[in-house]
């Protein structure tokens, strides 16, 4: 039987309260289809400690990710999901493809996801960046979506992480109960569609996938995270299969627990 296919997708920002069935039917058709595991994100909630977190399994105590400066941080330490993956079988294929430059970037801070250039140059593991905050994650997210969707459709990747963060830009701006607001998380939804088009397109061939969407925190009402808020800690994994069965999680986990839970179903 072909092996399990992950595609786990970052969506930054993000208020679950608020991507409701009419903003978000893609998410929502993924949360019927499988199953929403609730995580409660500890401060600092801002990006680089929480995908720091959940991109690696380890606390920020561990990692010494602090802010989304990267100084002193021991990443090198605590490698990410798609190299972890790789390590447990060397034959795997990974993909990232992020327009925040720390998550992928072999060039800037961090980076999260390990660079593996040897894996790189034998196209084992390939890497897109785009540079979001300078150009603007309207469209630098839809470039990121463009290259995952030819990705997954010609290689099928064996371990895939794709980000976007127009959702958390938008929220900065102009706040989480803004029109705009609910504008980007349609913009994130059509991104996601598209990536469950191939997803289901490959699954028609007999591919076995799992497909796992979170998010690193949320906004307040007016914009802005980083503390203790409920509406700003509140996250969430939707997960679901295709031509496999989910393995059971309990109602909750915590936000170190995603990695290894994502690893275990892998096998």
């Given at each position: 039987?072909?092996?399990?296919?992950?595609?786990?997708?970052?969506?930054?920002?993000?208020?679950?309260?608020?991507?409701?069935?009419?903003?978000?039917?893609?998410?929502?058709?993924?949360?019927?289809?499988?199953?929403?595991?609730?995580?409660?994100?500890?401060?600092?909630?801002?990006?680089?400690?929480?995908?720091?977190?959940?991109?690696?399994?380890?606390?920020?105590?561990?990692?010494?990710?602090?802010?989304?400066?990267?100084?002193?941080?021991?990443?090198?330490?605590?490698?990410?999901?798609?190299?972890?993956?790789?390590?447990?079988?060397?034959?795997?294929?990974?993909?990232?493809?992020?327009?925040?430059?720390?998550?992928?970037?072999?060039?800037?801070?961090?980076?999260?996801?390990?660079?593996r250039d040897e894996q790189?140059?034998?196209?084992?593991?390939?890497?897109?960046?785009?540079?979001?905050?300078?150009?603007?994650?309207?469209?630098?997210?839809?470039?990121?979506?463009?290259?995952?969707?030819?990705?997954?459709?010609?290689?099928?990747?064996?371990?895939?992480?794709?980000?976007?963060?127009?959702?958390?830009?938008?929220?900065?701006?102009?706040?989480?109960?803004?029109?705009?607001?609910?504008?980007?998380?349609?913009?994130?939804?059509?991104?996601?569609?598209?990536?469950?088009?191939?997803?289901?397109?490959?699954?028609?061939?007999?591919?076995?996938?799992?497909?796992?969407?979170?998010?690193?925190?949320?906004?307040?009402?007016?914009?802005?995270?980083?503390?203790?808020?409920?509406?700003?800690?509140?996250?969430?994994?939707?997960?679901?299969?295709?031509?496999?069965?989910?393995?059971?999680?309990?109602?909750?986990?915590?936000?170190?627990?995603?990695?290894?839970?994502?690893?275990?179903a892998l096998g």
């Open positions: 039987m072909d092996r399990l296919h992950l595609l786990l997708v970052g969506i930054d920002g993000l208020r679950l309260d608020l991507a409701t069935p009419d903003r978000a039917p893609h998410l929502h058709g993924l949360m019927r289809r499988g199953t929403t595991t609730r995580m409660t994100i500890p401060e600092p909630t801002i990006s680089g400690p929480s995908w720091a977190t959940l991109l690696t399994g380890a606390s920020v105590a561990e990692h010494g990710v602090v802010d989304n400066g990267f100084v002193g941080s021991r990443l090198a330490a605590h490698p990410d999901l798609l190299s972890r993956a790789f390590f447990a079988d060397p034959t795997r294929t990974t993909f990232a493809a992020a327009a925040w430059p720390p998550l992928v970037d072999p060039a800037g801070v961090g980076p999260i996801v390990h660079t790189r140059r034998a196209q084992q593991h390939r890497v897109v960046v785009r540079d979001g905050e300078t150009y603007g994650y309207r469209t630098t997210d839809a470039e990121i979506a463009d290259f995952a969707v030819a990705g997954l459709m010609s290689a099928g990747p064996d371990v895939s992480f794709v980000y976007c963060s127009g959702v958390d830009e938008a929220g900065h701006v102009y706040g989480a109960v803004s029109r705009q607001y609910v504008a980007a998380i349609g913009r994130a939804d059509e991104h996601l569609g598209r990536l469950l088009a191939v997803v289901e397109h490959r699954a028609q061939t007999g591919e076995r996938w799992l497909v796992a969407v979170t998010t690193d925190h949320g906004h307040v009402d007016g914009g802005g995270h980083g503390g203790g808020e409920p509406e700003v800690v509140a996250s969430f994994v939707a997960r679901a299969a295709w031509n496999a069965a989910l393995d059971a999680w309990p109602p909750s986990i915590a936000p170190t627990e995603l990695t290894p839970r994502l690893l275990a």
